[in-house]
């Protein structure tokens, strides 16, 4: 039960956020998807960022408990372009659309119901369709630096570093 409430609560601070920081307007996410405004991209290189080098330093102190999931390309390629398709037909993901739907948009509430379809969907198809497309371009449960053969150091430094100077040097002007 504590598990559950405090899942609640999380969720609830996460969603608060999501409309403090002007991401739960569909008119700005279609934007991003436009590539007209690019607040909401901005935000979320910011959360990768800093969430790719916090994870990165708890491992290094043992304090990281990883759970990689299966590198498998087609489903995920599948399943990214129906979230995009979704994304782009109402201006909602699915925690803007659930952050919306609790704050009483009807568009959001049919968009997460949407959400739930789409998800009942695939719990009766994964056994025909996608668990035979899963083995295709199956590389398990690997990361980056273990791909290449290279320490995680190789990938998040720089990759940090590139994109910390990228946000610095598109930081919308103020006028």
């Known amino acids: 039960m504590a598990t559950v409430i405090v899942g609640l609560v999380i969720g609830a601070l996460f969603g608060a956020a999501l409309v403090l920081a002007a991401l739960a307007d569909p008119d700005k996410i279609i934007g991003t998807l436009r590539l007209k405004d690019f607040h ?22 043992g304090l990281a408990n990883l759970s990689i999931k299966p590198t498998t390309l087609v489903t995920v390629l599948i399943g990214g372009s129906l979230l995009g398709i979704g994304f ?23 968009t997460v119901i ?55 040097l598109t930081k919308p002007k103020r006028g």
């Not at 935000?43 to 708890?58: D, E, K, P, S």
């Open 40 to 61: 909401a991209m901005r935000t979320i290189a910011v959360f990768v960022l800093v969430g790719m080098l916090g994870t990165w330093i708890l491992g290094l102190v």
């Open 88 to 110: 782009g037909l109402t201006g909602f993901c699915p925690g803007t659309g659930l952050a919306c739907a609790a704050s009483g948009r009807i568009d959001a509430l049919v």
């Open 114 to 168: 949407g959400m739930f379809a789409g998800a009942l969907a695939y719990i009766f198809i994964h056994p025909s369709v996608a668990a035979p497309l899963e083995k295709i371009a199956d590389y398990g449960k690997v990361t980056l630096p273990q791909m290449t053969n290279t320490p995680a150091a190789a990938w998040v430094i720089p990759l940090f570093a590139v994109g910390t100077l990228v946000l610095v």
